[in-house]
């Protein structure tokens, strides 16, 4: 069965950080793509930052520089790490694996998603 849990969401600070965590079983993360997509209220979803089997990693530009993701394939888990929050980061953050084209994670489909995390970033 696959699935991803998505973990490590919160309240924090503008400036504080977050370690977001997307445990992935019924695959192993040699064989997808991982990306991690967030959706703020009345927006639509925007993809953050992904990274294929073979470890090419994007960005969007609002987070280049701020965040990191990697993954642990021992542990069959992808993270982000988000430093220098900004309130406009506040959104619901899912991870989402596209096994068909894994080489790839971006302008791609994305078939299994995560149910989310909420991060909230507010003074």
């Known amino acids: 069965q696959v699935q991803l849990v998505e973990s490590g969401g919160g309240l924090v600070q503008p400036g504080g950080s977050l370690r977001l965590s997307c445990a992935v079983s019924?695959?192993?993360?040699?064989?997808?793509?991982i990306g991690w997509f967030r959706q703020a209220p009345g927006k639509e979803r925007e993809g953050v930052s992904c990274?294929?089997?073979?470890?090419?990693?994007h960005y969007i530009d609002s987070v280049k520089g701020r965040f990191t993701i990697s993954r642990d394939n021992a542990k069959n888990a992808v993270y982000l790490q988000m430093n220098s929050l900004k309130p406009e980061d506040t959104a619901v953050y899912s991870c989402?694996?596209?096994?068909?084209?894994?080489?790839?994670?971006?302008?791609?489909?994305?078939?299994?998603w995560g149910q989310g995390t909420q991060v909230t970033v507010s003074s």
């Open positions: 989402a694996a596209n096994t068909e084209t894994p080489l790839f994670c971006r302008g791609v489909r994305y078939n299994y």
């Open positions: 990274i294929t089997t073979e470890g090419s990693t």
């Open positions: 019924g695959f192993t993360l040699d064989h997808v793509a």
